[in-house]
């Protein structure tokens, strides 16, 4: 899987108080009425990115490094890289993966208010939950008031659906507005009341709770590992607790009524083997016990993967170009943290960390370095100006030494007058990246700088990061089309645990422009604030910008079949059959190429060797 990406909190689902229609009985929701002269839309002409040549069935067999810390999709630990899974659920819309126009999902068709506020939508009728149960307007409603509630610990929810999203109307089962919380500009009005129902019949609380919110008071406790029902392809079928997680594939689904679902989730069922080493994982996938591998990294594609597996065509390798957006990320320093509050030692170690020599002499240059902290690919919201830092010793022992480390130790590390060494520790969460942190650690000695090697795995790693306990944290965050600052800065989350403000940094002109931005409905003043924001994070020095990877680079057994156009814009993988994390789903498993390829591995039978690149989003 894709290294370091942890999910990000931005994610369009609901908020605020409710309607009288929300609030007043069924009859009394009957009586709200659409206004007229609504301008319908459901764009039933966008291109189709799936292959009519893919066909239904097969296991497709996957992994995960480190077993989950809960299945809500909120809540305390719901934050982490299995995310991707349980988030998995549709919202009202989707969108093109090329074109990036909105597209039908839940809800069949919508209309657009002239307030800059409201967006109508029809719920499809056939909508149902992977356990039959019908999607209504009462599921939306219904994560509203989930959503707001202080039962289920999770500021970043409590505040995003109590403040973006003012009300939705209902007006019948199937008809409903939302309103967001303030006028919007078109490009962004969409992302935000674009919203995902949550099943209201599986958390409905038979008994009474203190604060009699209808959600339990216990939330958190009661559904830890209780995997809700979903309206997508793959519901959870079973866990086998620390080992493995099993989907399968819902029966008869609803949504391949619609054009743009169809073809696509191809596989029956989906099994996530735990296997907690990249390594060991990647010697279960060339024994055929894995379908496919990411080979994001340079030692696999041009080392590993090599060989008589890949010479005699059994496995094939694709590495497809995207230009999706980059999310924040690189090494994320605590300032809570004692002398990493000194904004003299963040400057010192934005110089004394490597990472251009990383790329170049360990990861071949395959991957680019990121200018800004808080990523690129969001057009006029960027800073183009902001740049990432040099590498630079001797700038970094100035800074150091203007800090009070004008010592230097025994050991070459720089101590300051009290007999603190300059060392500090870098969390991160896979193996696969120790010599990344080691050939780090080997450069800053170069500036008098110790960093040591806290590897934590998987989940508990982003758990620790979460609960503000690292000093450097080397991680990155998954992407959006429109940048987000309140959950990475406000003073709101500073010195919170799980909450995503990973630098414990904030700043009174820093809370007053993210409001600001926050707020804003005109698109030129909007992206100003939006530069002016990452200018003061730049300044702050609270992110050492790290690096990217613009594409999808997989090996997969030739049972595995892709679509005659490999890859879209936001194709980040091309293998995962949830259809999140940037993929679309649109593979399917050959089985008689499966008993075929079997039967020429015992013969001996060579097919011709296939690696393709596709350079279309380069």
Same mark, same amino acid.
Request: proline share 6%; charged share 25%; hydrophobic share 35%.
């Given at each position: ?268 069922? &989906? ?5 907690? /080493?990249? +390594? !060991?994982?990647?010697?279960? @996938? ?5 379908? $496919? *591998? ?81 990523? &690129? ?5 960027? /800073?183009? +100006? !902001?740049?990432?830092?040099? @590498? ?5 022992? $100035? *800074? ?81 089309? &429109? ?136």
């Amino acid at each position: 899987m894709k290294s370091l990406v942890k999910i990000s909190r931005w994610a369009p689902l609901l908020s605020l108080g409710f309607s009288l229609a929300v609030l007043l009985s069924a009859n009394s929701i009957q009586a709200a009425q659409l206004p007229e002269g609504l301008t319908w839309q459901s764009n039933p002409n966008e291109p189709i990115f799936a292959s009519s040549d893919a066909t239904f069935g097969g296991t497709y067999h996957t992994f995960i490094d480190s077993f989950p810390q809960t299945f809500r999709t909120v809540g305390p630990d719901s934050n982490g890289g299995f995310a991707a899974w349980t988030r998995s659920s549709l919202g009202l819309l989707d969108r093109h993966p090329n074109t990036d126009k909105w597209l039908p999902s839940i809800a069949s068709s919508w209309a657009l208010g002239d307030d800059h506020k409201t967006v109508y939508f029809k719920i499809d009728p056939n909508a149902k939950w992977s356990d039959g149960v019908p999607i209504t307007a009462k599921d939306f409603t219904f994560m509203m008031k989930m959503m707001r509630s202080k039962d289920i610990v999770d500021p970043w929810s409590n505040d995003f659906y109590t403040k973006e999203v003012s009300e939705i109307i209902v007006y019948d089962d199937h008809t409903i507005a939302v309103v967001s919380g303030k006028q919007r500009n078109p490009d962004e009005l969409m992302d935000y009341v674009n919203l995902q129902p949550r099943p209201a019949h599986f958390y409905e609380n038979p008994k009474k709770d203190a604060n009699d919110d209808g959600i339990a008071d216990d939330f958190v406790r009661r559904y830890n590992f209780k995997a809700e029902p979903t309206a997508g392809p793959y519901y959870i079928d079973d866990i086998d607790k620390g080992k493995a997680v099993t989907f399968r594939h819902v029966k008869d689904w609803w949504g391949y009524d619609n054009k743009y679902y169809q073809h696509r989730f191809n596989v029956e069922k &989906i099994n996530i083997k735990v296997i907690r /080493d990249q +390594d !060991i994982a990647f010697k279960y @996938f060339e024994k055929g016990q894995l379908d $496919s *591998f990411a080979l994001l990294r340079p030692a696999l594609w041009h080392e590993k993967a090599t060989g008589e597996l890949y010479d005699k065509g059994y496995i094939h390798k694709a590495w497809a170009f995207n230009q999706a957006p980059v999310g924040a990320g690189g090494i994320w320093i605590n300032t809570a943290m004692p002398l990493l509050g000194d904004i003299n030692i963040r400057r010192g170690l934005e110089h004394a960390i490597d990472y251009d020599g990383m790329i170049e002499k360990l990861l071949r240059n395959d991957y680019v370095r990121k200018p800004n902290p808080m990523g &690129i690919g969001h057009g006029d919201y960027d /800073d183009p +100006d !902001i740049k990432a830092p040099d @590498f630079d010793p001797k700038l970094a022992v $100035s *800074f150091f030494e203007k800090a009070g480390f004008t010592q230097i130790g025994p050991d070459g590390i720089r101590q300051n007058g009290k007999g603190q060494r300059l060392s500090f520790a870098v969390t991160y969460a896979t193996p696969a990246h120790t010599s990344r942190i080691a050939y780090l650690r080997e450069q800053a000695k170069l500036a008098g700088l110790d960093l040591t090697l806290n590897l934590i795995d998987g989940s508990s790693m982003f758990k620790y990061v979460l609960e503000k306990k690292h000093q450097l944290s080397f991680h990155d965050m998954s992407n959006s089309k &429109i940048p987000v600052y309140w959950q990475y800065f406000s003073s709101e989350n500073a010195n919170k645990p799980q909450t995503n403000n990973f630098t414990n940094y904030s700043s009174p002109e820093l809370d007053n422009l993210i409001d600001a931005y926050r707020v804003e409905f005109d698109l030129t003043k909007k992206h100003q604030l939006s530069r002016q924001i990452q200018t003061l994070i730049n300044e702050a020095n609270v992110i050492v910008p790290g690096y990217m990877v613009p594409y999808a680079r997989e090996g997969y057994w030739r049972w595995m079949k892709l679509p005659k156009d490999i890859a879209t814009k936001q194709t980040e993988f091309l293998f995962n059959a949830n259809g999140f994390m940037g993929t679309m789903s649109t593979f399917w498993i050959d089985e008689k190429a499966k008993q075929e390829t079997k039967e020429a591995m015992k013969a001996g039978k060579a097919f011709e060797p296939v690696t393709l690149v596709d350079e279309k989003y380069k």
